[in-house]
């Protein structure tokens, strides 16, 4: 046996982390994959990407895939154990994790504080909704994101340790405390703050005040109104399951390894095993954000059914079109009729969804951000 060899520390048991991941993983790439594939071929080849929500939408798709496609490398290390691909695909694998993340919760917080101003403020803060804004504003929480991405590849380089006579690399795990202390821990609290406290508190004081517009008592709500307060709920639910839970134990994790204060290695433990189903649960947002366009978005919903046969999203409409087939003539004049009025182009609203009646448009203090 070398002496470098030696001199690595023994691998420790993350065996059954690892099967854990492995398994979460797998369903979450699965299921991220088909869903926001399916979410951008439908924005972009359907949809006309014109209303400033579904130009959030649309940029939380692209951070979720991004997410997703990094995935196999992942699975790949938690099925056999090591890290084969070198160094740079593992820092670019952890800094994809950290820019999906962040990347959501302030995507969200745009969608939420678009609500708020449509809402709140609908004359005052006119100009903020616009789709010029909406794109700088994606155009800067990608240049935050990726910048805040940097430092994160940074302390992601992989380690070696020693199991039986062999030397075993790793990615994702095994940070020292003393990388902890002088680069992990400074870049948890700037994210924590940025990214997360920041989105969280814009998020739940904008979801209070359009909750304190639209449900007072004795007012009824119109069916604008109530698309709103579903997405608000997505919104609240999806931070609520991914993100606030991986956040407390993340900050909780990094002052135990920075030693802020001292604790048992039992508690250490607890806490490290927490953090490792938190991570699956802050990965889940990628399958729980097409959740958001299916429920709120009433285009991308009825895309969807376009295919059942002779249905199509208007997008100029905004309605459900039901195409009418040409049928045989059963008279001389009815060919005649035929020419003159030609039902091959005839299309009819479908009758699940009739027209709205344009009272409910325009007593609405909502601007239309439907797709």
């Keep these: 046996m070398s002496s470098d060899n030696q001199s690595l520390e023994l691998c420790k048991d993350r065996s059954a ?4 991941h492995l398994i979460g993983y797998s369903l979450i790439f699965t299921a991220g994959l088909l869903l926001n594939v399916a979410a951008l071929w439908i924005f972009l080849y359907y949809l006309r990407i014109k209303s400033v929500v579904s130009i959030y939408m649309l940029n939380l798709a692209v951070s979720d895939l991004l997410f997703t496609v990094s995935l196999p490398f992942r699975i790949y290390y938690y099925a056999v154990g090591e890290w084969p691909f070198g160094t740079f695909p593992c820092q670019v694998s952890g800094s994809v994790f ?3 993340m ?3 919760c302030l995507f969200l917080m745009c969608i939420n504080l678009d609500r708020f101003v449509a809402i709140v403020y609908p004359l005052r803060w006119r100009h903020l909704r616009r789709p010029k804004v909406a794109r700088l504003l994606c155009l800067v929480v990608w240049v935050l994101i990726l910048i805040g991405s940097i430092p994160v590849a940074g302390v992601h380089k992989t380690t070696s340790c020693r199991k039986e006579n062999q030397n075993v690399t790793l990615c994702f795990e095994s940070f020292s405390n003393d990388l902890w202390q002088k680069g992990l821990f400074p870049l948890v609290v700037l994210a924590e703050i940025l990214g997360f406290l920041l989105p969280l508190t814009s998020v739940t004081y904008c979801s209070i005040r359009i909750f304190r517009k639209l449900c007072k008592p004795g007012r009824e709500q119109s069916l604008r109104q109530q698309k709103t307060i579903r997405l608000l709920v997505v919104n609240l639910v999806i931070f609520i399951i991914c993100f606030v839970p991986y956040n407390i134990i993340l900050a909780a994790y990094g002052m135990i390894k920075a030693r ?3 604790t048992e290695q039992l508690t250490k433990d607890l806490v490290r095993q927490a953090l490792v189903v938190t991570v699956l649960l802050a990965s889940m947002n990628c399958t729980l954000d097409p959740l958001i366009y299916y429920f709120n978005t009433e285009g991308f919903r009825n895309t969807l059914k376009k295919l059942r046969r002779g249905q199509a999203w208007d997008s100029e409409t905004g309605t459900l079109q039901t195409r009418v087939m040409q049928s045989k003539p059963l008279r001389g004049n009815t060919k005649a009729e035929a020419k003159r009025f030609p039902v091959r ?8 969804l009739p027209f709205a009646p344009p009272k409910i448009f325009l007593n609405s203090p909502i601007e239309d951000s439907e797709i």
């Excluded at 182009?345 to 699940?352: A, G, V, Y």
């Design 17 to 20: 982390s690892h099967k854990l």
């Design 98 to 100: 950290q820019i999906n």
């Design 102 to 104: 962040y990347g959501s």
């Design 260 to 262: 802020v204060f001292p």
């Design 345 to 352: 182009h005839l299309i009819l609203p479908h009758k699940d």
